[in-house]
């Protein structure tokens, strides 16, 4: 087992650096960086002081289970939510995304369809569109994109995403986790 890399990986999904983590437990930023590439190994008071700081129990830790990540996600596997209503289906594409970074869905957008409108927040969002086109509200400005073109932007204003055209619009649609 590599105790380093396990607590490397744990660090950086804490989003803490090697100092950080050392000023937390103190430890010396070098011994982190030693203990990271297995240069060295932790008492077990230190190790158990380090899991705490990086919010991981010490079963959990040493859980070869837990190591294992789920990388593929099969279509039977996704979330599929449809609004008849504002005419539109999103397939979430990643089991848990929600939990994540970055949330990926399928949109579908039907003639007339309308997405839910999404209010100002420190997010980012990311769109490919695969066919048809789409309209998207930034606070008071209009975008409009067709197939083959890519949207970024940032979710400061009230946003939504709309069908601009007389066929379906389907969009693969990337928004980063909201930091408020």
């Known amino acids: 087992m590599q105790i ?3 607590i490397k990986r744990l660090r950086l999904k804490k989003g803490l650096t090697q100092e950080e983590l050392g000023e937390r ?15 060295t190994s932790p008492s077990i008071e230190t190790l158990f002081s380090l ?3 990086l919010g991981s129990s010490p079963k959990e830790f040493f859980d070869d289970g837990a190591e294992r ?22 397939r ?4 848990e995304s929600n939990e994540n970074l970055m949330e ?3 949109l579908t957008l039907g003639p007339g369809g309308r997405f839910k409108e999404f209010e100002p927040s420190l997010s980012e969002t990311f769109i490919y569109v695969l066919k048809g086109k789409i309209k998207i509200e ?14 970024y932007y940032e979710a400061a204003d009230d946003h939504r995403v709309s069908n601009a055209g007389q066929t379906d619009a389907e969009c693969l649609l990337v928004a980063t986790e909201s930091y408020l």
Not at 69 to 90: C, P, Q, S, W
């Open 138 to 151: 930034l606070g008071k400005e209009t975008f409009l994109a067709a197939a083959g073109d890519a949207v």
């Open 51 to 53: 899991l705490e700081v």
């Open 104 to 106: 990926p869905v399928l």
């Open 25 to 39: 437990t103190d430890l010396s930023k070098g011994y982190i960086s030693q203990l990271e590439r297995d240069l």
């Open 92 to 95: 979430w594409l990643v089991s």
């Open 69 to 90: 990540r789920e990388i593929v996600f099969r279509k039977d596997e996704h979330t599929l939510n449809t609004d008849a209503e504002r005419k539109f289906t999103v």
């Open 4 to 6: 380093g890399k396990k």
